[in-house]
């Protein structure tokens, strides 16, 4: 069978891509195999799972493998859009395909076969001296064309030769995502954000993105761990030069994601963080910030201030999640000294005082960051859930109840289930202290379903350590050890220590 799509065609019995100049492409099996699923589903959006099992169904296949053929496809159709990425659901054939057959292929091919293969094909059968060395010098010719075709697939896919045909100052480097969140649900994170973003940075002309195909041969060659260290980071930019590179991290919860990054320059680098509770609209802030910054030299006094302020949380941020909270409590202090509706500053700042048992001034800091928001604000229901959480570990239960349940009657539209189940624990907390073992339990079920449905295995491990503490209360040997089994098989599963 033979596909014609953008004025290329694609021949299944003979691996090869015609060009719309008529020259052939040999493609490699696996490339190929990825390319013919597209043409028998144009035009479709196909799940990266079924990508991998249709192409890689006789190995074990990771993503990289994907975007690995996915950038070559692309190669081979330069100039052309003919794969739109839909982020975390898959990919799409842009094009129409119509199929032919192959005479109609071979007359199609005819008029556009040009060079010394037609000259080779239309020799007359001579076996004379004269003609068997024209013969021998034709097809010498057609050795050494494709020996420089050869060389040059090998310059363009391995990546240490002639680094200056492919690398400019002009370039911008995008590292994979490190993933700080537990479990297997974000493992596509480092890979597959890396591809997002490389899609949708927009650098100001002459700057151009290095493309995931060129990155994933750096990865290999350097043998890149998923958690890099910045030793690591420091050997690609030796290698590379690029004028910027983009290193980003991903921690919190699902539902509650921190994306904060550092865009590094060869005299001075930049950082911030981003939250949401979508990583689709995550990455797209993510490119739209970096784009800015890229073709930003000189902000204004409004940009300074909040590149600034951006940096001040990035910092913090990753103090906090080295659990250095005494270094971390006064940048986010600073931070809030620019802008005092930063509610994420707020927010961080008070859990980290909790952290340090600093009760008295983790409420004093709530309660100014409540009197800048309105209960119609997303975080509102989280400082007050963080309040409650305070007072619940001073032991002032009454007034941990009431902001619970403030904070839960403004989630019972169903939005943030992760703080609903953070609230239902704090709850189930209040009621065991309070010996009503029943309703105890009842809402630490509540916290437990919520989490599983939104596939979070930190919270499910920390709601089964309650249950297996509830039962123990209550002399429940057998339910007791159920429960921290499960618990401990969700942490093993995870690598929670």
Same mark, same amino acid.
């Given at each position: 069978?033979?596909?014609?799509?953008?004025?290329?065609?694609?021949?299944?019995?003979?691996?090869?891509?015609?060009?719309?100049?008529?020259?052939?492409?040999?493609?490699? @099996?696996? !490339?190929?195999?990825?390319?013919?699923?597209?043409?028998?589903?144009?035009? $479709?959006?196909?799940?990266?799972?079924?990508? =991998?099992?249709?192409?890689?169904?006789?190995?074990?296949?990771?993503?990289?493998?994907?975007?690995?053929?996915?950038?070559? %496809?692309?190669?081979?159709?330069?100039?052309? &859009?003919?794969?739109?990425?839909?982020?975390?659901?898959? *990919?799409? +054939?842009?094009?129409?395909?119509?199929?032919?057959?192959?005479?109609?292929?071979?007359?199609?091919?005819?008029?556009?076969?040009?060079?010394? !293969?037609?000259?080779?094909? $239309?020799?007359?059968?001579?076996?004379?001296?004269?003609?068997?060395?024209?013969?021998?010098?034709?097809?010498?010719?057609?050795?050494?064309?494709?020996?420089?075709?050869?060389?040059?697939?090998?310059?363009?896919?391995?990546?240490?030769?002639?680094?200056?045909?492919?690398?400019?100052?002009? $370039?911008?480097? %995008?590292?994979? %995502?490190?993933?700080?969140?537990?479990?297997?649900?974000?493992?596509?994170?480092?890979?597959?954000?890396?591809?997002?973003?490389?899609?949708?940075?927009? @650098?100001?002309?002459?700057?151009?993105?290095?493309?995931?195909?060129?990155?994933?041969?750096?990865?290999?060659?350097?043998?890149?761990?998923?958690?890099?260290?910045?030793?690591?980071?420091?050997?690609?930019?030796?290698?590379?030069?690029?004028?910027?590179?983009?290193?980003?991290?991903?921690?919190?919860?699902?539902?509650?994601?921190?994306?904060? *990054?550092?865009?590094?320059?060869?005299?001075?680098?930049?950082?911030?963080?981003?939250?949401?509770?979508?990583?689709?609209?995550?990455?797209?802030?993510?490119?739209?910030?970096?784009?800015?910054?890229?073709?930003?030299?000189? @902000?204004?006094?409004?940009?300074?201030?909040?590149?600034?302020?951006?940096?001040?949380?990035?910092?913090?941020?990753? *103090?906090?999640?080295?659990?250095?909270?005494?270094?971390?409590?006064?940048?986010?202090?600073?931070?809030?000294?620019?802008?005092?509706?930063?509610?994420?500053?707020?927010?961080?700042?008070?859990?980290?005082?909790?952290?340090?048992?600093?009760?008295?001034?983790?409420?004093?800091?709530?309660? &100014?960051?409540?009197? *800048?928001?309105?209960?119609?604000?997303?975080?509102?229901?989280?400082?007050?859930?963080?309040?409650?959480?305070?007072?619940?570990?001073?032991?002032?239960?009454?007034?941990?109840?009431?902001?619970?349940?403030?904070?839960?009657?403004?989630?019972?539209?169903?939005?943030? @289930?992760?703080? &609903?189940?953070?609230? +239902?624990?704090?709850?189930?907390?209040?009621?065991?202290?309070?010996?009503?073992?029943?309703?105890? &339990?009842?809402?630490?079920?509540?916290?437990?379903?919520?989490?599983?449905?939104?596939?979070?295995?930190?919270?499910?491990?920390?709601?089964?350590?309650?249950?297996?503490?509830?039962?123990? $209360?209550?002399?429940?040997?057998?339910?007791?050890?159920?429960?921290?089994?499960?618990?401990?098989?969700?942490?093993?599963? =995870?690598?929670?220590?």
């Amino acid at each position: 069978m033979i596909y014609e799509t953008g004025g290329h065609f694609v021949d299944a019995n003979q691996l090869t891509v015609t060009l719309p100049d008529g020259k052939v492409l040999a493609v490699r @099996p696996k !490339t190929f195999a990825l390319l013919l699923v597209f043409m028998r589903k144009p035009q $479709t959006l196909l799940s990266k799972q079924l990508l =991998i099992d249709k192409v890689w169904d006789d190995v074990h296949a990771q993503e990289k493998n994907l975007f690995q053929a996915i950038a070559e %496809v692309r190669e081979i159709f330069k100039g052309k &859009q003919v794969i739109k990425t839909f982020p975390r659901k898959g *990919y799409r +054939w842009q094009l129409a395909v119509s199929s032919l057959i192959e005479a109609d292929f071979s007359q199609t091919i005819a008029a556009k076969q040009i060079g010394l !293969t037609e000259e080779i094909a $239309t020799l007359p059968i001579d076996k004379s001296p004269r003609a068997r060395l024209k013969l021998k010098k034709a097809w010498l010719a057609v050795a050494a064309i494709a020996l420089a075709f050869i060389s040059a697939l090998a310059t363009h896919y391995w990546p240490m030769t002639k680094l200056e045909d492919k690398l400019t100052t002009n $370039t911008v480097l %995008v590292l994979p %995502v490190r993933n700080h969140i537990a479990g297997s649900d974000h493992l596509w994170t480092y890979y597959g954000l890396l591809d997002q973003l490389n899609s949708q940075i927009q @650098p100001p002309s002459p700057l151009r993105m290095l493309s995931t195909e060129f990155v994933l041969q750096y990865i290999d060659y350097l043998n890149l761990q998923r958690q890099y260290s910045n030793k690591d980071i420091h050997k690609f930019l030796q290698l590379l030069k690029p004028y910027a590179s983009v290193v980003a991290e991903l921690a919190g919860s699902v539902g509650d994601y921190q994306l904060s *990054y550092r865009l590094i320059f060869r005299d001075h680098e930049k950082k911030g963080v981003l939250f949401g509770n979508d990583l689709r609209a995550l990455s797209t802030q993510l490119a739209t910030e970096l784009s800015r910054l890229l073709g930003n030299d000189q @902000p204004d006094e409004n940009e300074a201030r909040q590149d600034f302020s951006s940096t001040l949380m990035a910092t913090a941020l990753d *103090y906090k999640n080295d659990n250095q909270c005494q270094q971390a409590v006064p940048l986010f202090k600073s931070a809030l000294a620019l802008n005092k509706n930063n509610k994420h500053a707020w927010l961080l700042l008070a859990q980290c005082l909790i952290y340090q048992h600093k009760y008295q001034a983790a409420e004093n800091e709530l309660k &100014q960051a409540l009197a *800048y928001s309105t209960p119609s604000s997303p975080l509102h229901p989280r400082l007050l859930h963080w309040l409650a959480t305070s007072h619940s570990a001073q032991g002032e239960f009454s007034q941990a109840q009431d902001n619970i349940e403030l904070s839960q009657q403004l989630l019972q539209s169903g939005q943030d @289930p992760l703080y &609903q189940a953070y609230n +239902w624990q704090v709850n189930g907390h209040i009621l065991a202290q309070n010996r009503d073992f029943s309703l105890a &339990q009842e809402a630490l079920d509540k916290a437990l379903a919520l989490h599983e449905s939104i596939h979070c295995p930190v919270g499910q491990n920390s709601v089964l350590m309650q249950l297996h503490q509830l039962f123990l $209360t209550q002399n429940n040997y057998a339910q007791a050890k159920q429960a921290l089994d499960r618990a401990t098989q969700i942490a093993r599963d =995870i690598g929670l220590k």
